[in-house]
Structures are given as C-alpha cells and as structure tokens.
C-alpha cells in the first residue's frame, strides 16, 4: 500500500516543487527589477558631437579658399570668418585632401603645444613629407626626438659664442658692401635671400664658394615653390619643378657630405666646425650614426628653416622701419650706441647683442603682425575631447599664428605698430607665437634673433631708404613676401 501512495502522489509533489521554485524566482527577478532603472531612465552619456563646420568640396575640400585667403595678405580670414559662422573656437574643414579640426586663440595654441608627443603629433602634408624625407621635422616620437637634440647644440647660446657671432656680422658686412654699398635702388627680399642662404651655408656646412652657393639658391627657390602645394607629380605642377630641384640639391649635399667624411677620416676637419661634421661624427643616444641619407635631409631642413622665414622678418622689418620713421630714430639711437662702444673694425660680441632690447621688440612687433610661420599642422594621436567636440583619432588639426597675434582682446589696437607691446613681461603666454611653443620650439629661435639683429646693427647705421611701392602688397606662399620684392630708394647715412 506505501509504494502504491507514494506512486500516486509523487509527480503532484513534484508539480508543486516546480512551481513553487518558479515562484520564488519570479519573486526575486521583480525584485531585483525594482532596484534598477529602466533601461530608458539610465544616464547613458551621448556620443560627442564632431566640431561645427563644413568638409566643402569632395577631394579639394576648403582648400581654395584657404590659400585664396592667404594670397590676399589676410591668412587670418579663413579662420575668423569661419569662427564667426558657427560660433565656435573650434571648427572642422577639409584642407589637403584630409579632414582637419582648426583650434583657435591662445588656448588652442596652448593645447597643441602643450600635448605633443601626447595626444597630437607633429603632422605635415604629403608634399612636404615628400620633398624632406625623413628628418627631425619629419620623424615623431623618440627618435625625433634624438635627433632633435643632436642638432640642439648648434642652435645654443654657447654655439653662439664660440661659432657664430663673428661669422653671421662678416657675412653681412661683406653682403651689404656687395649688394647695398653704392646703389641707388635695389629689391630688399630677394638680396636679403642671399644674406640668410648664404649664413646658413657657411654656418652649417662650411660651404663658401660663391659659384655653389648661388647653385644652391637657384634650387632653392624652385624648391621653395612646391614645399607646401599639392603632392601632383604631374609636369608643369609646382611640386613636380620642387621634386626636381630637390634631388639635384641632394646630389650636391651629399657630394659635400662625402668630401666632409674624407676630411674627417684624415684629421682635415673638426667635429665641432660645423653642423655637418657633428652630425658626421656624433653618435646618437643609442650609440647610432646617422646614415648619409638622413644627414643629407636634416641639412635640407636647416638650410630651409634657417633662411626663408628669417628672409621674410628682415623684409618685413626694413618695410615697417619706413613706414614708421619715430621707430627707426629710436632703433638708430641704439645701434649707433652700440657701434660707439666698439673699436674700428670691431666685431659684434654676445654682449652686444643683449643691449639691443629695443630693436628685439620692434623685431617682435613686426612679426606679431607679418608672422614668418602663420600656423602649423598637428595629427591626432587617440580620440580627442576638446570643447566638447570629438577630434577622432587620425584626424589632423591646424593653429593660425596671426588670428592670435592680431586679436583685439588680446593686444588693444591690434592693427597699431606698437614696439612698446614687448615691454617688461610683454604678451600673455600662447598669444605671440611666431616661433610656435612647447616642446616643439622652434629650434631656431635664438638663432634667427642673432641672425636679424646683425643685419639690422649694419643696415640702420650705415642708411636710410625709402619704400618705392608704400601700398606694396603682401602675399603668403606660405611666408608674408612683398609682392614685388619690397624695392626701395637707399642712401648713405653719413
């Protein structure tokens, strides 16, 4: 009789087992459904929106009119009317043939120097990447930075002390009595070319033959022509005349590398004469040499670096010298000062150079209203939130040197040739920028104020000139250059 009951109950013992376990879980899921959200209540944050602003045309983008801007004379205006528009200091395009965010004002000059090798790196269009190859310019990361600081010393105080204080005022003696001395007129940009590709020969590379140096200069220009255009290797193109000038520059650096290396290998040379022998004699922090290739396109760079922009702010600076006659009495005072304190025939010392601080601020004045380097490319390393706006990774971004320095907010009267601006501390951080910030400071910097200010001391006491073309245009391609050269009518002072 058990087993009988039991036979007859079990599958009704089971049935209510079941489901009183399907109860209790019921039970425990509203339960634990009361302690959540629904799904529609929870604080999801939303995808970053990408900056306001339009790609333009398919392929070309907004690129037309961004170099239509700058060939105006007012590279700022693509930037400011665009700012204008969507109401935003941040704003994306399409340059290059790449999507591009544009960060504006001292605090996107800020973020972009303070974050590289960070979240952004040193970025430059296909056609410069091209022509340079690979260089400090064009090598992110650790070793760019390696080479970066085997060039270092040769753009310090010291070097300049011991290598070239004297070189840069025989240089520009010897260039003024060549081509100013005598001369009733002349076109101030492209004798000023001589003077800085000269220096920059000589500095370098050692190289002083007058026949090889006017070669270079001939390539150079052509050279210059396509560095920032677009990468079409097509005949007739700008970059198509560029590429060609630059492998026949390169044959004849690397001739001049390969007789420096023999020069070395026969004690004939000194490691320390110049920037090439360095590069040639100096290991890296690895222990590495640079290979002959490499060295060839660092001494390209600094032979570009080191006399284009400083060709355009010694321009500029004589054009601004005769627009503004108080200025240039104020500047004469200090340099005939200067030249007063020194025997006859005397170089020009360090100590020298320190005592024209008015002259440096006048200097500085010129290229806060004509920057040399009017902006800069940046590529986003990871996913960046800037403003409140997505930068994806990838993405490359863009700085404009003169929407900054011509600010209103940020310099009163910003369109007044005003020296006075330098004074004591002088601009707020991130708003004079001609020589960019951060760690990619441009190199150059103290070079280039020793490089204008020896050529200021001898041009401003030895004449006085005037503008023959006063409403002369500006063109930026991509430096400000007179259109026409800056002529002038020049007479002796004494």
């Given at each position: 009789m058990e087993s009988s009951y039991s036979s007859v109950y079990d599958p009704w013992i089971m049935m209510i087992t079941a489901l009183l376990a399907l109860l209790l879980l019921g039970v425990l899921l509203l339960l634990f459904g009361m302690g959540r959200k629904p799904k529609s209540q929870l604080k999801v944050p939303p995808p970053l929106p990408l900056p306001p602003g339009s790609y333009g045309w398919p392929f070309v983008g907004e690129t037309g009119e961004f170099v239509h801007t700058r060939n105006t004379g007012y590279p700022e205006k693509f930037v400011r009317e665009r700012m204008a528009r969507y109401g935003s200091d941040v704003f994306k395009t399409s340059l290059l043939g790449k999507p591009m965010a544009v960060l504006c004002g001292a605090a996107g000059n800020k973020f972009l120097f303070s974050n590289e090798n960070k979240s952004v790196a040193v970025w430059w269009p296909a056609s410069v990447r091209a022509l340079l190859g690979e260089c400090l310019a064009t090598t992110p990361g650790v070793e760019g930075m390696m080479m970066r600081n085997m060039v270092s010393y040769f753009v310090t105080p010291d070097a300049f002390t011991k290598l070239y204080i004297q070189t840069m005022d025989i240089v520009s003696r010897q260039h003024i009595h060549t081509y100013w001395q005598d001369k009733e007129e002349l076109k101030v940009f492209p004798a000023v070319k001589l003077y800085t590709f000269e220096l920059a020969c000589r500095l370098f590379m050692s190289v002083e033959e007058a026949a090889q140096i006017n070669k270079l200069a001939a390539l150079f220009n052509v050279f210059l022509g396509g560095i920032i255009s677009m990468a079409v290797d097509f005949p007739g193109t700008r970059f198509y005349k560029a590429k060609r000038a630059?492998?026949?520059?390169?044959?004849?650096?690397?001739?001049?590398?390969?007789?420096?290396?023999?020069?070395?290998?026969?004690?004939?040379?000194?490691?320390?004469?110049?920037?090439?022998?360095?590069?040639?004699?100096?290991?890296d922090e690895k222990g590495n040499f640079m290979s002959e290739d490499v060295i060839v396109n660092n001494v390209l760079l600094l032979l570009f670096a080191g006399h284009d922009t400083s060709s355009s702010a010694i321009t500029l600076l004589i054009r601004a010298l005769a627009q503004h006659p108080q200025v240039l009495e104020k500047v004469v005072r200090e340099q005939e000062e200067i030249s007063a304190s020194k025997r006859a025939g005397e170089y020009l010392q360090w100590e020298d150079i320190q005592k024209m601080k008015y002259s440096w601020n006048v200097v500085c004045e010129t290229m806060r209203l004509w920057p040399p380097v009017i902006g800069s490319f940046r590529e986003a390393l990871v996913d960046i939130n800037y403003g409140?706006?997505?930068?994806?990774?990838?993405?490359?971004?863009?700085?404009?040197?003169?929407?900054?320095?011509?600010?209103?907010?940020?310099?009163?009267?910003?369109?007044?040739?005003?020296?006075?601006?330098f004074q004591g501390a002088g601009p707020a951080p991130y708003t004079f920028v001609p020589f960019g910030g951060g760690p990619r400071m441009c190199l150059g910097k103290e070079f280039a104020r020793l490089e204008i200010l020896t050529f200021l001391h001898n041009i401003v006491t030895k004449f006085t000139w005037e503008l023959l073309i006063p409403e002369e245009k500006l063109i930026y391609d991509p430096i400000p250059t007179p259109e026409r050269g800056l002529p002038i009518r020049i007479h002796p002072r004494h």
């Open positions: 630059t492998a026949a520059i390169k044959r004849e650096l690397k001739m001049v590398v390969r007789q420096r290396r023999e020069a070395l290998a026969q004690n004939a040379a000194l490691a320390s004469q110049d920037l090439l022998t360095h590069l040639l004699a100096s290991p409140g706006y997505l930068i994806p990774k990838g993405w490359k971004l863009y700085w404009s040197a003169p929407l900054t320095q011509t600010d209103s907010s940020l310099f009163p009267d910003s369109r007044a040739f005003d020296p006075s601006r």
